[in-house]
Antibody
């Protein structure tokens, strides 16, 4: 079955750290860009970070730069998010998402989040 | 950064209604626009990519249109399982989502 399963969420105090994991199965993990997307309680979706197939390129939303690190282990079909210096505003459900891409001749490469995990809740509170 | 807006923020509709949701980008994004459906407690689901391409397995009552800065998602005949929140997302640059449109039962 094609799926993504997140783990590692929980309650952490402000200033603390947490490492999220995402286990991929049913597809060739090493062929895809991967992202983390979060959703604060009752709020909308926010892209957090993504990583290229070989880990050579990584990008982050401004609000987490210098605090979060995305990484992957293709041998283990796993994606990670190391979160340091956590703040109350980082409280959210964190989703792992696969980036599908399609090339259209003469137009460009379109990409989208075509596979999502169920998410893991991170609560930052004292 | 590209800002995305959606209208309306919520709407009430009946089964069988035609529903249209609008998404606007703060600058031109060509056709780099995707639509997602999210039900309470569930992960988002891709409906439309590249503004008008239907994702595999998504019912044909869903359609998307637009380019540049203005886009629409249309549900031609609303079904009970379509009551959810819908988000647009641009992939022209650093990805960003619209605030969502909640579709509930009238």
């Amino acid at each position: 079955e094609v799926q993504l399963v997140e783990s590692g969420g929980g309650l952490v105090q402000p200033g603390g750290s947490l490492r999220l994991s995402c286990a991929a199965s049913g597809f060739t993990f090493s062929s895809y860009w991967m992202s983390w997307v979060r959703q604060a309680p009752g709020k909308g979706l926010e892209w957090v970070a993504n990583i290229k197939q070989d880990g050579s390129e990584k990008y982050y939303v401004d609000s987490v730069k210098g605090r979060f690190t995305i990484s992957r282990d293709n041998a283990k079909n796993s994606l990670y998010l190391q979160m340091n210096s956590l703040r109350a505003e980082d409280t959210a459900v964190y989703y792992c998402a696969r980036e599908g891409r399609v090339a259209v001749a003469g137009t460009g490469i379109y990409w989208y989040f075509d596979l999502w995990g169920r998410g893991t809740l991170v609560t930052v509170s004292s | 950064d590209i800002q995305m807006t959606q209208s309306p923020s919520s709407l009430s509709a009946s089964v069988g209604d035609r529903v249209t949701i609008t998404c606007r980008a703060s600058q031109s994004i060509s056709s780099y626009l995707n639509w997602y459906q999210q039900k309470p407690g569930k992960a988002p689901k891709l409906l439309i990519y590249a503004a008008s391409s239907l994702q595999s397995g998504v019912p044909s009552r869903f359609s998307g249109s637009g380019s540049g800065t203005d886009f629409t998602l249309t549900i031609s005949s609303l079904q009970p399982e379509d009551f959810a929140t819908y988000y647009c997302q641009q992939s022209y640059s650093t990805p960003s989502f619209g605030p969502g449109t909640k579709v509930d039962i009238k």
